[in-house]
């Protein structure tokens, strides 16, 4: 089964707004990744984050992680149409296999 | 930088007869990994190469799927026979590889339908 699951599955905000997504996932990690996928460019990398960091920031994202809630969020500020995709977390344990969650479905209305 | 290149990008067949799907990785990168992503869900690992070694094909349902990466460069994931439940889009990536985790780049998939 997969290990991580986002919350919420599905989201509609509009241009300018900010999105926030959420990701538990259930053993321990080394670090957590969050990718999106949209029919345009495919399944692309944002960002990573260790398991010693807490916080970390690209650009209009910003990704925390709480290893202690084993939960981590994505989020993204001032929100375009071209943000439309789905978002994807990624977990690597001790074997760094990465295993993904469910996605969250993200729909940016202009 | 050319990216993970697929092909077919599109792929119809029915129930029992059998598919290839072809995959060219990042020149350089060591590690090729498959993954068979149903809609609705995120990616599933089904295999993963390092150079042309196999790390992990725990997932991999071997009484009908097979793998290879001969010379460590391009890789094909084989089907034989098809079943329903495969209908999927199926990813290859490849990273960097080493002792540390990388960024996987991921191919634009190919789309499998089993009738």
């Known amino acids: 089964s997969q290990q991580g699951e986002e919350d919420p599955q599905a989201l509609s905000i509009q241009e300018g707004e900010n999105a926030t997504m959420n990701c538990s996932y259930k053993t321990s990690i080394n670090n957590l990744q969050w990718y999106r996928q949209n029919s345009g460019r495919g399944l692309v990398h944002l960002i990573l984050i260790r398991s010693n960091e807490r916080e970390k920031h690209s650009g209009r994202l910003r990704v925390t992680l709480d290893t202690s809630k084993k939960s981590s969020s994505l989020l993204i500020t001032a929100s375009r149409a071209a943000d439309t995709a789905s978002y994807f977390c990624?977990?690597?344990?001790?074997?760094?296999?990465?295993?993904f969650g469910s996605g969250t479905r993200l729909l940016v209305r202009p | 930088e050319a990216g993970v290149a697929q092909s077919p990008r599109y792929k119809i067949i029915e129930k029992r007869q059998s598919v290839a799907f072809w995959c060219n990785p990042i020149s350089g990168h060591a590690t090729l990994y498959w993954y068979q992503q149903i809609l609705g869900q995120g990616p599933k690992l089904l295999i993963q190469f390092q150079n042309n070694g196999v790390v992990d094909d725990s997932q991999l349902p071997k009484d009908r799927f097979s793998a290879e990466r001969l010379k460590g460069v391009d890789s094909t994931l084989k089907i034989q026979p098809a079943k329903l439940e495969d209908s999927a889009v199926y990813l290859c990536?490849?990273?960097?590889?080493?002792?540390?985790?990388?960024?996987?780049?991921f191919g634009p998939g190919t789309r499998l339908t089993v009738l």
């Open positions: 990536a490849s990273s960097l590889g080493g002792t540390f985790v990388n960024e996987q780049f």
């Open positions: 990624a977990s690597t344990d001790s074997s760094y296999k990465l295993i």
